[in-house]
């Protein structure tokens, strides 16, 4: 696990500004769930995984030089870099870089410096999300993310690989249906020596839609799809008790679920 940044107190995001009213969360039902807290810890949290076909990871943070949430985030964001360094991780070695989604938080860090952060890496994403960003995107939502979803595409070019749910992508690295999030949302499942770990993406930002499976977020863009999604990937970890990875949750984002009646728990595994 490698963080690209965590925002801390002061600059956390406000609950309010992710489950709202028109994403069909009443605030007096947001505040009754919250019992008194007000923000959640949003991290960015990329999983490298060692395949036989090469290092790869999942997802890649917002990159260097983002200001696109304002002038404050762009000195806790864009770590991803120092952190592999750290990790004794080289960029020119990364053989793969597989999105769950095309949405700039998860990636412009491959591509924010106008030219590809992983030279010799070979990209792979859902055929529907490189379909939509390829085409006419009226929906007000995405367009903070357009600009990057198609340089993504562009920069990649021949070495961008669409891929459908099901789909082995590499080794023990394998495509579960996650849409609604995005029209291209994917979940991630890795298996390795009897172990599995799921990567849920954007299937969730807080415990909070654990405990209320039914909240969207603005950013979900068929949000029906989206809870569908959600309800059906966190009764398959709780029932199959697979360890998830949550790419926003707190650092390094690893945690298991459980069933509590009709919703369900989150249990972060604080010694990761």
Same mark, same amino acid.
């Given at each position: 696990? !490698?963080?690209?940044?965590?925002?801390?107190?002061?600059?956390?995001?406000?609950?309010?500004?992710?489950?709202?009213?028109?994403?069909?969360?009443?605030?007096? *039902?947001?505040?009754?769930?919250?019992?008194?807290?007000?923000?959640?810890?949003?991290?960015?949290?990329?999983?490298?995984?060692?395949?036989?076909?090469g290092m790869a990871v999942v997802d890649t943070g917002l990159g260097p030089d983002?200001?696109?949430?304002?002038?404050? *985030?762009?000195p806790l964001v864009g770590q991803l870099d120092g952190g592999m360094t750290a990790? +004794?991780?080289?960029?020119?070695?990364?053989?793969?870089? =597989?999105?769950?989604?095309?949405?700039?938080?998860?990636?412009? +860090?491959?591509?924010?410096?106008?030219?590809? &952060?992983?030279?010799?890496?070979?990209?792979?994403?859902?055929?529907?999300? =490189?379909?939509?960003?390829?085409?006419?995107?009226?929906l007000a939502s995405a367009q903070p993310h357009l600009e990057a979803a198609r340089?993504?595409?562009?920069?990649?070019? @021949?070495?961008?690989?669409?891929? @459908?749910?099901?789909?082995?992508?590499?080794?023990? !690295?394998?495509?579960?249906?996650?849409?609604?999030?995005?029209?291209?949302?994917?979940?991630?499942?890795?298996?390795?020596?009897?172990?599995?770990?799921?990567? !849920? +993406?954007? &299937?969730?930002?807080?415990?909070?839609?654990?405990?209320?499976?039914?909240?969207?977020?603005?950013?979900?863009?068929?949000?029906?799809?989206?809870?569908?999604?959600?309800?059906?990937?966190?009764?398959?970890?709780?029932?199959?008790?697979?360890? =998830?990875?949550?790419?926003?949750?707190?650092?390094?984002?690893?945690?298991? !679920?459980?069933?509590?009646?009709?919703?369900? &728990?989150?249990?972060?595994?604080?010694?990761?």
């Open positions: 696990m !490698v963080s690209d940044g965590q925002p801390g107190p002061p600059f956390e995001p406000a609950l309010g500004d992710f489950f709202t009213p028109d994403a069909g969360v009443p605030a007096d *039902i947001l505040q009754d769930a919250c019992r008194g807290r007000s923000t959640l810890t949003c991290g960015y949290n990329c999983l490298f995984v060692n395949t036989p076909d983002f200001l696109g949430y304002g002038e404050y *985030i762009e990790a +004794g991780l080289s960029r020119a070695n990364l053989a793969a870089v =597989v999105f769950t989604h095309l949405h700039q938080d998860h990636s412009r +860090g491959a591509i924010w410096s106008g030219e590809l &952060t992983f030279p010799g890496a070979t990209a792979f994403a859902h055929s529907s999300e =490189v379909a939509f960003w390829s085409g006419t995107v009226d340089e993504t595409i562009r920069l990649f070019g @021949e070495k961008l690989r669409p891929f @459908e749910y099901g789909a082995e992508i590499l080794p023990g !690295v394998r495509a579960i249906a996650a849409l609604g999030h995005t029209p291209g949302h994917a979940a991630i499942l890795l298996q390795s020596q009897g172990e599995r770990l799921l990567c !849920v +993406g954007d &299937t969730f930002y807080d415990p909070l839609q654990l405990t209320n499976p039914t909240w969207a977020t603005p950013w979900d863009l068929d949000a029906p799809a989206s809870v569908a999604s959600r309800r059906h990937l966190l009764e398959r970890a709780a029932d199959e008790q697979i360890l =998830v990875h949550a790419y926003h949750l707190p650092f390094p984002g690893l945690g298991r !679920v459980q069933r509590d009646g009709s919703t369900f &728990t989150w249990h972060p595994l604080h010694d990761c």
